[in-house]
Structures are given as structure tokens and as C-alpha cells.
């Protein structure tokens, strides 16, 4: 697990500059709003903004991620006049708790915008619970979250804009389902709010303070995932994550936390862990949560050993509630999850074929570098699909099988599809008559695994008498091996059998 957090690859030290941005971005927003005479509340509330602004926002596009910068402020700062108006108005702002997080995460179908903004809406009324916000703190709360926002925007998009040198990443939508309550954001919604519930209710039992770390372990669970099976893990790998990040804290946190420039180190090493690790472990990412709250809690002067203990007996309702409200509300299947993902990848598969073939062609404005960022994102979807089957933990040793059968075609279907496009980049590549034949025939395997024609287009007479095998050069070659790599998937993928490969 160490060694997977911080030794897996990091292409263009792409996590390395994330995490260190992060730092600067969240440090030197903590330290302005010292220097303009914030208090320790408003310093801490401006920081937690930062950290969500560059944590959250992910579109696809610079622009796109400065406008819901913009917009961070117009839906967290009511959230946070809300949540102090209702601070002694028990019932009330319990009721108002839980409708934020069904807008939080119903929001998601708007795509990334919708879920930057939904978590930071989340987040500022949660954060109004660690820091017991009044109505009184209001102005000063305000003016740090904007001071913050704007240090660290112009972190972000002035002095460490990585991206503008980047190509923007492919923008994958995520399965919606359909309308109504078949619409998996829909669904998820009315599940985050039924746990959050169980949350509240049980985490009230075991503290009338420290509550809303119940509903933070509900809510987080449901981030990033879709399936029952992905919550399921996320939940198990949350409490796993706060478990140790607690024994962390015992040995860090209680002896240093009266230190101030011991716990900003501390503070600092945290954020860097949260962003490095969180695209490759969210064990060791909630590590570093947990540890950056201890030490928030011994600046604020409420740090003891049973404050620790009580987070885990939190967070571990929290979960509970997550995991009851996935298995037993409007279940979303990884099954059907994990089905369209592979659906998507395999027509993407064949849209690359496509572009590179017309591109050998003579077609100047074919390019199949876009359809290949955009293969590899999916890609990355279908693993985390895919995580439950493949976990150590799973006891459904042939689903595991077919799964990992899955993910090895799907990969060598990829490679040889980079191998192909990049022969079609070579401006002295030709093109060869049989291309057009060995494309259909990488069509007809993509019709036979998703049962259902890609266009109407005329089959030509001797595609299925095309060259069969990888002699005639690289490009056929690959095309080759992209046809029986998808061939071979029908297999795992019970097109032959209909076994499922999921449930």
C-alpha cells in the first residue's frame, strides 16, 4: 500500500507539481490571512477553501476551471450564512444538513462544475460544524474566503499554471442511466441522503459536538463513485485511512500540537500527502486528512486521545451508513456500471482504428491522438468499475477472473491502437489496400460485443476475406491484434455464454 502511494508512476510529475502547488497555494493563503489579522477560526476556514479550490475544481479546460473558481464563492458563502444561522436551531439545521448533500451530489450531472461545487457547498457547512460558526463571525469568515480564494487562484492560474502547457484531457461523461430515479446521479442523491441520515441520527447518539464527522464519512464515500460495489470498497479503504491516520495522530498530534511551527510543518506535509496520494490511494489520503484534522483540533485547543477515538467510531457509522443506503436504496449495480464503460471503450477501440486508417489514407484532418486520450481515460474508468471484482477481499473468484481477463484484453487493445496511431503520425507511412477490409473487420468484432451497429456504411465485398494474418507491415499488424484482443473479450464478457461479469 506505501509503496503503491508513493512509488507508483507519476508521468510528467504531474501528482508531484499538484501537491506542491497545493502547499504554496493553501500556505501562503493561511499566512495573508495572518498578516491581515484574521483569527485562528477564519485563518483555518480560508485555508480549507483554498485547499478545496485547487483540490475540486477539475475541468477540462483552464477557463473552465477559473470560472468555477468564480463560482466557489456564490454557492459556498450562503451555505456557510445557513449553517451559522441555524447553529442553534438544532432540528433545522440538521433538516438543512441533509438537503445539502442531496443537492451536492445530485448536482454531479452537470459534470465536473456541478461536483466542484456541490463538495465546496458540502464542505462549508460541514466546516461551519468543526469551527461552530455564529452569525457574529460571518463578515471576518467572509472576507478570509475570499482573500483565500483569490491567493490561491492566482497560484493556480498565474504563477503555476502547469496546465497551459498541457493538452486539455479528454472529457469522458459519466453514465447518467436515464431520467427520473433511473438516472444514477438521481439515484445516488436520494442514497447520500438516506446515509447521511443514519449518519446524523447514530453519530448524534455517540456525540451531541462531534456529530458531523458521521455525515463527512457518509458523504465522502459516495465521491467519485457510482456502483454499490466502488462505495463499498471507498468505505472500507475510508475507515482503513482514519484508523491509521489516528494512530498517526497519537504519535504526532497529541505530543506536537501545542508546537505552532511543528504543527504548520505538519499541517503542510498533510496537504502535500492529500494531493499526491489521492489519485492512487485513498487509504493514505484520508491518512493525511485525518492526521491535518488532529492537528487542527490541538490548535484549536480541543485535542485529546478520546477526541481521536471518537473519530473512528464516527467515521465508522458514517460508513455504515453509506454502505446500508447503497445495498438496500435504489442499488446501482456494478454490473450495469461496469458494462457501459466497457461499451464505451470498445467503440472507442474502433473510432481510433477509424481515425488512423483514414489518416494513412490521404485524410489530413483524421487524427486519432484525441480518440486515444480520450481511450485511456475511459480506461481509467473501467478500472475503477472494476476495483470490487478485483480487490484482494472479493470472494467471487470467476467474476475476478473475468475482470482481470477484461482489463488485460482492454490493455492490449490499447497499446496496439497507441502502436497504430503513432505509425499513422509517420508522414512517410502509406496506405495499404487492405486496411479498409482489416478495419471492418475490427468493426464487426466491436457490432458483436455491443450488439448494436456503429454506422451504415456499405461493407465492402472481400472484408471478410481480408488479410488475416500480421504479415503486409506494422499497421496491419496492430489492426490484427486490436481485432483479436476484441474477439477474445466476448469470452469475459459472456457474449458467448451471457454469464455476467458483475453484480
Known amino acids: 500500500m506505501l509503496k503503491r502511494a508513493f512509488v507508483a508512476p507519476d508521468p510528467g510529475r504531474m501528482r508531484l507539481r499538484f501537491a506542491m502547488r497545493a502547499v504554496v497555494g493553501v500556505g501562503l493563503a493561511v499566512a495573508l490571512c495572518g498578516a491581515a489579522g484574521h483569527s485562528l477560526v477564519a485563518a483555518i476556514t480560508g485555508g480549507l477553501a483554498a485547499l478545496l479550490a485547487l483540490f475540486t475544481v477539475a475541468d477540462p479546460t483552464v477557463r473552465g476551471q477559473a470560472v468555477t473558481t468564480l463560482l466557489l464563492p456564490v454557492v459556498g458563502l450562503p451555505v456557510l450564512a445557513l449553517a451559522a444561522l441555524l447553529h442553534d436551531v438544532p432540528v433545522a439545521r440538521d433538516l438543512a444538513f441533509l438537503a445539502v448533500v442531496g443537492a451536492g451530489v445530485y448536482a454531479r450531472r452537470w459534470g465536473p462544475r456541478g461536483h466542484s461545487l456541490g463538495v465546496f457547498a458540502f464542505m462549508t457547512f460541514f466546516a461551519a460544524q468543526f469551527l461552530h460558526t455564529v452569525p457574529r463571525q460571518l463578515p471576518e469568515l ?85 456502483s454499490r460495489g466502488e462505495t463499498l470498497i471507498r468505505g472500507f479503504r475510508r475507515f482503513l485511512g482514519t484508523v491509521l491516520g489516528v494512530v498517526l495522530g497519537f504519535a504526532i498530534a497529541v505530543p506536537l500540537h501545542d508546537e505552532p511551527v511543528a504543527a504548520a510543518v505538519i499541517v503542510a506535509l498533510c496537504v502535500f500527502g492529500i494531493f499526491y496520494t489521492a489519485a492512487v490511494s485513498y487509504t493514505w489520503m484520508m491518512l493525511a486528512v485525518t492526521v491535518m484534522a488532529s492537528m487542527l483540533y490541538g490548535l484549536l485547543g480541543v485535542l485529546d486521545p478520546a477526541l481521536l477515538a471518537l473519530r473512528v467510531s464516527e467515521t465508522a457509522v458514517g460508513a455504515l451508513g453509506a454502505v446500508l443506503a447503497v445495498l438496500l436504496v435504489l442499488p446501482v449495480t ?122 451504415g456504411r456499405r461493407r465492402p465485398a472481400d472484408a471478410d476475406t481480408a488479410v488475416h494474418t500480421a504479415e503486409g507491415g506494422p499497421v496491419l499488424a496492430h489492426l490484427h491484434a486490436v481485432e483479436q484482443a476484441l474477439l477474445a473479450l466476448a469470452i469475459p464478457l459472456g457474449r458467448s455464454d451471457r454469464t455476467p461479469m458483475g453484480a
Not at 153 to 177: I, K, Q
Not at 202 to 210: A, T
Request: aromatic share 6%; hydrophobic share 50%.
Open 142 to 226: 467572509y472576507a478570509a474566503v475570499l482573500l483565500s480564494l483569490v491567493t490561491s487562484s492566482v497560484v493556480r492560474f498565474g504563477a503555476w499554471c502547469y496546465e497551459r502547457r498541457l493538452p486539455a484531457p479528454a472529457a469522458v461523461v459519466a453514465p447518467t442511466g436515464g431520467r427520473g430515479l433511473a438516472r444514477i446521479t438521481t439515484r445516488q442523491a436520494v442514497q447520500a441522503t438516506v446515509g447521511a441520515a443514519f449518519a446524523l441520527a447514530m453519530g448524534q447518539v455517540l456525540s451531541d459536538q462531534r456529530w458531523y464527522w458521521a455525515v463527512g464519512a457518509a458523504w465522502w464515500v459516495f465521491v467519485n463513485t457510482t
Open 334 to 455: 456494478t454490473h450495469s456500471v461496469t458494462d457501459e464503460w466497457v461499451e464505451r471503450a470498445v467503440r472507442c477501440v474502433h473510432a481510433c482504428t477509424a481515425e488512423s486508417a483514414a489518416r494513412l489514407a490521404g485524410d489530413a484532418a483524421a487524427d486519432p491522438a484525441p480518440r486515444v486520450a480520450e481511450l485511456e481515460a475511459i480506461l481509467g474508468r473501467v478500472r475503477l468499475s472494476l476495483v470490487p471484482l478485483v480487490h484482494p477481499l472479493s470472494p467471487l473468484r470467476a467474476r475476478k477472473r473475468r475482470a482481470r481477463q477484461v482489463l488485460a484484453l482492454l490493455d492490449d487493445s490499447a497499446r496496439e491502437v497507441r502502436g497504430l496511431a503513432s505509425v499513422a503520425a509517420d508522414p512517410d507511412a502509406s496506405h495499404d489496400a487492405r486496411l479498409v477490409a482489416a478495419c471492418w473487420r475490427v468493426e464487426a468484432a466491436v457490432e458483436a460485443l455491443t450488439d448494436a451497429p456503429m454506422d
